[in-house]
């Protein structure tokens, strides 16, 4: 789980409750990811609604390019445009929280966006992983200690793989809700990204 992205439905796009969206269109799979557009998508996730020059300087780019990273966000229903301030700013907001996609998909094309997609949201959750790594002794003595890396070996079926997905996202929606409700943080809370990786492993020869 994390503010970008979930997985493990298996139903038609479209919009969830409690602010989701559920992707199956390989074309929208793939224009999201994207380094820079996760970037951009998560800051808007973070700050609210924000303008591209603010997100230009923000994530470390051009207006031009986030401009147009922003269009094409907005082309695939990922942001959308906010209501302006005044005349001359133009703010992007995102349109969902959370998006999810369908594991199990047969098809080729689907399988393989979801493939560069999941990479693309790993690979990033590594940089923002040593990015941490080097400020990390700055922090405060609080936060020093809960970023990081957990890591963990089970022996579950499947189905209890999904009930112990289903009882993280429970315990975690109370969180994610203040996403798009900045009164209901307390003074110390500050955003997290929290990435699940779920790797099946091959079972031993003696299935211990």
């Given at each position: 789980?994390?503010?970008?992205?979930?997985?493990?439905?298996?139903?038609?796009?479209?919009?969830?409750?409690?602010?989701?969206?559920?992707?199956?269109?390989?074309?929208?799979?793939?224009?999201f990811a994207?380094?820079?557009?996760?970037?951009?998508?998560?800051?808007?996730?973070?700050?609210?609604a924000?303008?591209?020059?603010?997100?230009?300087?923000?994530?470390?780019?051009?207006?031009?390019?986030?401009?147009?990273?922003?269009?094409?966000?907005?082309?695939?229903?990922?942001?959308?445009?906010?209501?302006?301030?005044?005349?001359?700013?133009?703010?992007w907001?995102?349109?969902?929280?959370?998006?999810?996609?369908?594991?199990?998909?047969?098809?080729?094309?689907?399988?393989?966006?979801?493939?560069?997609?999941?990479?693309?949201?790993?690979?990033?959750?590594?940089?923002?992983?040593?990015?941490?790594?080097?400020?990390?002794?700055?922090?405060?003595?609080a936060?020093?200690?809960?970023?990081?890396?957990?890591n963990?070996?089970?022996?579950?079926?499947?189905?209890?793989?999904?009930?112990?997905?289903?009882?993280?996202t429970?315990?975690?929606?109370?969180?994610?809700?203040?996403?798009?409700?900045?009164?209901?943080?307390?003074?110390?809370?500050?955003?997290?990204?929290?990435?699940?990786?779920?790797?099946?492993?091959?079972p031993?020869?003696?299935?211990?």
């Open positions: 789980m994390s503010l970008e992205s979930s997985g493990r439905q298996s139903l038609g796009e479209g919009p969830l409750p409690g602010d989701r969206r559920r992707l199956s269109d390989p074309a929208a799979m793939r224009a994207h380094p820079v557009r996760l970037a951009l998508h998560e800051l808007l996730l973070r700050a609210g924000t303008t591209a020059a603010d997100a230009a300087r923000e994530v470390g780019i051009s207006q031009a390019l986030a401009s147009y990273h922003l269009r094409q966000l907005a082309k695939y229903g990922f942001v959308e445009q906010a209501e302006a301030r005044d005349e001359r700013e133009r703010p907001k995102a349109t969902e929280t959370v998006q999810e996609w369908d594991d199990d998909a047969a098809e080729p094309e689907h399988a393989a966006a979801r493939s560069l997609l999941e990479q693309v949201i790993a690979e990033r959750a590594l940089t923002r992983l040593a990015e941490w790594q080097q400020s990390r002794g700055d922090e405060p003595e936060w020093r200690g809960v970023g990081g890396v957990d963990r070996y089970l022996y579950v079926t499947p189905e209890e793989l999904a009930a112990l997905g289903a009882a993280m429970e315990l975690l929606e109370p969180l994610m809700s203040r996403v798009d409700a900045p009164a209901s943080r307390p003074a110390a809370a500050r955003p997290v990204l929290m990435t699940q990786l779920i790797v099946p492993l091959p031993t020869g003696s299935g211990d």
